[in-house]
């Protein structure tokens, strides 16, 4: 008969079938852990009262208050995204932008990036944007493969952009504040945008056929009229933006909260009402649609949490987690092996499985691994998010490709666009933009500072400066201060440190005194 050391590999072999198999994940990984947990009560690897905590575990995440923010940020961002936003900012967009060569190209990945803090949906992002932007990048004469690129991938910028779905849950799973991790995804979010818009830029002086401009004489708006109807889209959005991610400390430069992310989170979908109104499109359709799609979303995140609690209260009762420890911390190279197999690991994952299936099903395996070899989980939650938004775009299962090849046939079939997108031109052409997103994956590995330059300062205790201020008040004489037992001095705490270590960013920041 097997071991139980030898089972946790087992399970994790049937966890990745299960997977594949392509039945519903909440409903698989509930059964492969009640069935796993019933054979190891049978074997004697543990009671079959430990069973018996399953149904308090389950009503553990029910009642975690953070879980509360998904449905309000998933109604603000559907309600704003089926109000016609997405439409008013790319017309205006294009024709600022349009005249000059990439110009469409631009302001695609610029709207993507104001409806990613806005929306929070790629399906509703790409959608959108095809809608309106490809037909008019097929007038001109734009490449088709660029045109298909560009779309999908500033659709999928809407994962880092916070205040991200992706970035809670990661937060939830990891016990982090969500308002550092909404800090920390800034830099890497905005780093997408440039990387984006510096290849538009090159491509438009190596193959300027490829992102032509659009005449002038096209633009149905000029001057000031052109500015106001930007200006229009904006400011409302990101005042909204900025009211819900401030309120929640999740701005650069912030270091107190006001508001829980549930809070925030209700006062987001209150506003996105308000939006709706202003623009004249709240009616009851878009009201009866955006509760829908939240009520879906919610159910969804509900039933994977519930499955993948069954599958890890039985693999940590067989050990799993020891297992899994150490196997990645074993790996040749310390922190920067292990980051570069879970990367990989991520990434082929990222084939078969979206971001909320990856959070709640690997995640919890990985987060205590990563913690014990020092390695801030802040950090190590918007690297994986980072690497994430490729399960949208890489070929075959990328579902940002799905959603644009739906959109494309249906303008074909309306005569929105002279002749049919192949399917070859969707998959090639989201090539470049999948390797420029791992190449924001490597930065943010061997460049930490591009996600912790936002966040706050863990403070540290000067020992010499904590002796004097006891000396000073008679607690404790210098000498007895001075051999204090085992009194932790955090690294480079003293007057005297020399320059900080780079790579000390990897290490998890000591709790305060």
């Known amino acids: 008969m097997i071991a139980m050391e030898n089972f946790a590999p087992v399970m994790f072999a049937g966890l990745i079938l299960v997977m594949l198999l392509g039945f519903p994940v909440?409903?698989?990984?509930?059964?492969?852990?009640?069935?796993?947990?019933?054979?190891?009560?049978?074997?004697?690897?543990?009671?079959?009262?430990?069973?018996?905590?399953?149904?308090q575990n389950v009503f553990g995440i029910l009642s975690n208050d953070l879980l509360l923010a998904i449905p309000f940020f998933t109604m603000m961002g559907t309600l704003l995204e089926k109000c016609g936003l997405a439409e008013d900012m790319l017309d205006s967009m294009g024709q600022l932008f349009g005249p000059i060569r990439g110009g469409l190209g631009y302001s695609v990945i610029i709207v993507g990036f104001i409806l990613g803090a806005i929306?929070?949906?790629?399906?509703?992002?790409?959608?959108?944007?095809?809608?309106?932007?490809?037909?008019?990048?097929?007038?001109?004469?734009?490449?088709?493969?660029?045109?298909?690129?560009?779309?999908?991938?500033?659709?999928?910028?809407?994962?880092?952009?916070?205040?991200?779905?992706?970035?809670?849950?990661?937060?939830?799973?990891?016990?982090?504040?969500?308002?550092?991790?909404?800090?920390?995804?800034?830099g890497p979010s905005i780093l997408q945008v440039l990387i984006f818009a510096l290849y538009t830029f090159v491509l438009s002086r190596v193959k300027p056929e490829h992102v032509p401009g659009v005449p002038k004489a096209s633009r149905t708006l000029l001057g000031w009229a052109l500015w106001a109807k930007c200006l229009r889209g904006i400011i409302p959005s990101a005042i909204l933006i900025f009211a819900v991610l401030g309120s929640m400390g999740g701005l650069p430069g912030l270091d107190t909260a006001v508001a829980t992310p549930t809070e925030a989170g209700a006062m987001g979908a209150v506003g996105a009402f308000i939006l709706a109104g202003m623009y004249g499109r709240l009616t009851w359709p878009l009201v009866r649609d955006a509760m829908y799609s939240t009520a879906r979303i919610t159910a969804m995140v509900v039933y994977i949490l519930i499955g993948s609690r069954v599958?890890?209260?039985?693999?940590?009762?067989?050990?799993?987690?020891?297992?899994?420890?150490?196997?990645?911390?074993?790996?040749?190279?310390?922190?920067?092996?292990?980051?570069?197999?879970?990367?990989?690991?991520?990434?082929?994952?990222?084939?078969?499985?979206?971001?909320?299936?990856?959070?709640?099903?690997?995640?919890?395996?990985?987060?205590?691994?990563?913690?014990k070899m020092g390695i801030d989980l802040v950090w190590f939650g918007v690297m994986l998010c980072v690497n994430m938004q490729t399960s949208f775009m890489h070929p075959p299962f990328g579902f940002a490709l799905f959603y644009l090849r739906g959109i494309a046939d249906s303008l074909f079939k309306n005569g929105a666009i002279p002749r049919k997108v192949e399917s070859k031109?969707?998959?090639?052409?989201?090539?470049?933009?999948?390797?420029?997103?791992?190449?924001?994956?490597?930065?943010?590995?061997?460049?930490?500072?591009?996600?912790?330059?936002?966040?706050?300062?863990?403070?540290?205790?000067?020992?010499?400066?904590?002796?004097?201020?006891?000396?000073?008040?008679?607690?404790?004489?210098?000498?007895?201060?001075a051999s204090m037992p085992d009194f932790p001095v955090p690294e480079g705490a003293s007057e005297a440190a020399s320059e900080p270590d780079p790579m000390d960013v990897f290490k998890t920041p000591a709790a305060k005194p």
């Open 425 to 481: 031109d969707i998959y090639l052409g989201a090539v470049p933009w999948v390797l420029m997103q791992l190449i924001l994956v490597a930065i943010v590995i061997f460049v930490p500072q591009s996600v912790t330059i936002f966040l706050d300062k863990p403070q540290v205790l000067d020992l010499n400066k904590a002796t004097e201020t006891l000396q000073n008040m008679g607690a404790a004489p210098a000498d007895e201060a």
């Open 311 to 371: 599958f890890s209260l039985v693999f940590q009762g067989v050990d799993g987690g020891r297992w899994i420890e150490h196997m990645l911390s074993g790996l040749p190279g310390g922190q920067i092996g292990f980051l570069i197999v879970v990367n990989i690991f991520i990434f082929f994952l990222a084939f078969f499985l979206d971001f909320f299936e990856i959070a709640f099903i690997i995640l919890p395996l990985l987060g205590p691994v990563a913690e």
């Open 26 to 55: 909440a409903f698989s990984l509930a059964a492969l852990g009640l069935g796993c947990g019933i054979f190891a009560v049978f074997m004697g690897w543990f009671p079959a009262e430990f069973m018996a905590a399953l149904p």
């Open 119 to 186: 929306t929070g949906t790629v399906a509703g992002q790409v959608i959108a944007m095809a809608m309106i932007s490809l037909p008019v990048m097929m007038r001109y004469g734009y490449n088709m493969r660029y045109a298909t690129g560009v779309l999908a991938a500033s659709g999928t910028i809407t994962q880092i952009v916070p205040p991200s779905l992706v970035l809670v849950v990661l937060a939830d799973q990891l016990g982090r504040s969500v308002g550092d991790m909404y800090k920390g995804a800034w």
